[in-house]
């Protein structure tokens, strides 16, 4: 294969990377259901885990309201 030959499946693996990158771009823009609205109430989340050995599982309650959500995230005391 000569060097004019590399170049140009070069540039043809970089034009069909660039329009897959696109493609999914443009899907994902369309698809902005994504995620819950906020409103009162908690989401409960699961999470499972197996070491092979053994494992847990666990489930978390996070408030809907998302105030109330980033409230959680500062340290007692500093909420004044």
């Not at 819950?36 to 996070?62: A, N, W």
């Amino acid at each position: 294969m000569d060097v004019l030959g590399i170049i140009v499946l070069v540039l043809a693996i970089v034009g069909v990377t660039l329009l897959l990158a696109r493609r999914a771009i443009r899907e994902d823009d369309q698809n902005k259901g994504r995620g819950s609205e906020p409103g009162k109430g908690y989401h409960t989340l699961h999470s499972h885990y197996s070491s092979g050995l053994g494992g847990q599982s666990r489930s978390y309650k996070v408030p809907r309201d998302p105030q109330e959500y980033a409230k959680r995230f500062i340290p007692k005391g500093k909420d004044k």
